[in-house]
Nanobody, 120 residues
Framework: VQLQASGGGLVQAGGSLRLSCAAS????????MGWFRQAPGKEREFVAA???????SYTDSVKGRFTISRDIVKNTVWLQMNSLKPEETAVYYC???????????????WGQGTQVTVSS
């Protein structure tokens, strides 16, 4: 599975961005898809994931503000991010795997990342 993330950019605090992850090579229908982020000097951290069954999971800090969704026909996953905070500035990575969870070890395929910068 090849993953291409896009949609990052510069946004003011409180603003919104919608990240996209276009998959190719295989249909995402049989995979769990996730988003992780990595800020400078920090470890990569889990943001959200959607299981092959459609179940979703979010890290606590983004619940109620971020929404992960997918379109199997379009082979695309999105991450709608609202009420963004400066501390959420990071490179956001799209990922896919046959397992499901909040650990990066659960996922097998990674996109190149897209930069999200939230100004205060």
């Amino acid at each position: 599975v090849q993953l291409q993330a896009s949609g990052g950019g510069l946004v003011q605090a409180g603003g919104s961005l919608r990240l996209s992850c276009a998959a190719s090579g295989r249909t995402i229908g049989g995979y769990s898809m996730g988003w992780f982020r990595q800020a400078p000097g920090k470890e990569r951290e889990f943001v959200a994931a959607i299981k092959w069954s459609g179940d979703t999971s979010y890290t606590d800090s983004v619940k109620g503000r971020f929404t992960i969704s997918r379109d199997i026909v379009k082979n695309t996953v999105w991450l709608q991010m609202n009420s963004l905070k400066p501390e959420e500035t990071a490179v956001y990575y799209c990922t896919a795997g046959l397992r499901f969870g909040a650990s990066s070890n659960e996922y097998d395929y990674w996109g190149q990342g897209t930069q999200v910068t939230v100004s205060s």
